[in-house]
């Protein structure tokens, strides 16, 4: 099973400790170029130079985003800005957020070196596929560093909360850092090296599988550079770090992704509600605004999957409540060779019986047709405009689906899953092959 284990982890010192909400960052894949801009301003030291520096006009093979981490992170190891723990830890990670419909959320992970395995075959699954341009990126700033910046976020199953009770032990204790960051949400991270803390750990993941929830792409990049490094002496290469978390912590959520499409001609969209009549009962909302949580209680009353849609079918917005007690039979025909997991997922009956069978838009090739936003708010918006002609609503996928999907070794849909939170960066980073300057 996961061969789980502590690590001397790369830390801001602790002169700098104080400053942490000035430091930190979320992950590099949702940064925009206007929050780079922003945390390069917040402080001279904030990690963004490291993890997603800026591109410049002049930039060449001798002077790039990438080599000026590299000598970056070297000026602030000689600096003492960062230094390397002294001993082996843990790190518990815990973040005290609101989801988006504002209700408060407290979500409790591990750090720890997990040992690499090729994804899918033995104890690590994946749940979406990996494409080539974040792994080049990310491999580029790896081989330039030594360093990973950001974990991979994954998830493991605790049926008797085992490891839920040792983490509130833990928690009670006063933290190494407690700080509210740039968006207002409490960020405390503890090191954990006693060693016999460190024990308990490693044999409780001993007997678990993880799943990834967020980071396949840094996991695929740290398989690179392992087997790019196979002559080098670089030992830690075969590990990466990851925050593992309980498929039951109370704060770990899962988000829906929405579907706007256009340049859908006129006929198909005539024809649109007598098909959805077929399947669906349609239910027109007074309230539009409250479409997330009308979908959710007509959701949990029918027992059944219920889509959101705005536009398409009229002015407004719609609950397409689905007429049928077996949602995975419906897809069964052109989806032979997948699992009633897979075919029961709200977003496979959106994209395969709505868009591909009734709109004749696919997901994954027709890119100029389709966008995709988490925020009700501006998907509605989009359709006002008449930027877009429709958005679509699936339910998120629950997480006992999505971990019944991977361990069939699929993958979900694109875009159908955002996890909350977003693990922060900064805290604690990864040394896979750093020639630290002596302490003075």
């Known amino acids: 099973m996961a061969n789980v284990v502590p690590f001397q982890g790369l830390r801001y010192s602790s002169k700098l ?56 992170l070297h000026t602030w190891l000689e600096q003492d800005v960062l230094r390397v723990d002294d001993m082996p830890a843990f790190y518990v990670l815990q973040t005290e957020f609101a989801d988006p419909l504002g209700v408060p959320r407290l979500f409790t992970g591990v750090l720890g070196r997990v040992k690499l395995e090729p994804l899918g075959e033995g104890s690590i699954l994946p749940h979406e596929r990996t494409f080539s ?19 991979v976020f994954s998830l493991y ?57 967020d980071g396949h792409h840094r996991y695929s990049t740290a398989l690179n550079y392992r087997d790019r490094n196979r002559t080098a002496a670089t030992p830690d290469a075969d590990y990466v770090m990851m925050c593992l978390a309980d498929t039951a912590d109370p704060g770990l959520t899962v988000l829906p992704v929405y579907r706007l499409v256009r340049n859908v001609p006129p006929a198909q969209w005539r024809a649109l509600r ?38 398409g079918i009229g002015d407004g917005a719609y609950l ?76 998120p996928p629950k997480l006992q689906q999505i971990w019944n999907v991977a361990k069939n070794k699929e993958t979900m849909p694109q875009k159908s899953t955002y996890f909350l939170p977003k693990l922060i960066t900064g805290l604690v980073m990864n040394p896979i092959r750093l020639a630290q300057p002596a302490r003075k």
Not at 333 to 344: F, H, I, M, Q, W
Request: glycine share 6%; hydrophobic share 40%; net charge positive.
């Open 17 to 72: 400790s104080s400053h942490m909400a000035e430091l930190v960052t979320p992950p590099y894949d949702i940064i925009s170029e206007r929050d780079q801009n922003r945390f390069y301003r917040t402080h001279p030291q904030n990690i963004i130079r490291l993890e997603y520096g800026r591109i410049n006009p002049a930039d060449s093979d001798a002077d790039n985003r990438y080599t000026r981490a590299g000598q970056t």
């Open 133 to 151: 341009g974040p792994k080049a990126d990310r491999l580029n700033l790896l081989e330039s560093t030594g360093v990973s910046f950001s974990p």
């Open 157 to 213: 199953q605790d049926p008797q909360a085992v490891g839920a009770a040792w983490l509130k032990k833990i928690t009670r204790r006063k933290p190494w850092v407690n700080f509210k960051d740039w968006s207002g949400t409490r960020q405390a991270l503890w090191v954990v090296n006693q060693p016999d803390e460190v024990k308990f750990l490693r044999n409780f993941f001993r007997a678990k599988k993880l799943m990834i929830a």
């Open 274 to 311: 007598g098909a959805l009549e077929t399947f669906f009962d349609i239910e027109k909302l007074a309230n539009p605004p409250q479409l997330t949580l009308k979908r959710q209680a007509a959701e949990a009353q029918t027992g059944r999957p219920v889509l959101g849609c705005v536009g």
């Open 320 to 395: 397409l409540k689905l007429k049928h007690a077996h949602p995975h039979e419906l897809t069964a025909k052109e989806l032979p060779g997948t699992s009633e997991a897979y075919r029961g997922l709200d977003v496979v009956i959106l994209d395969r019986l709505i868009l591909k069978g009734m709109l004749k838009v696919i997901i994954g090739e027709d890119a100029e047709r389709v966008r995709y936003t988490k925020d009700p708010k501006e998907a509605a918006a989009l359709v006002a405009k008449g930027e877009m002609q429709a958005a679509f609503l699936p339910g």
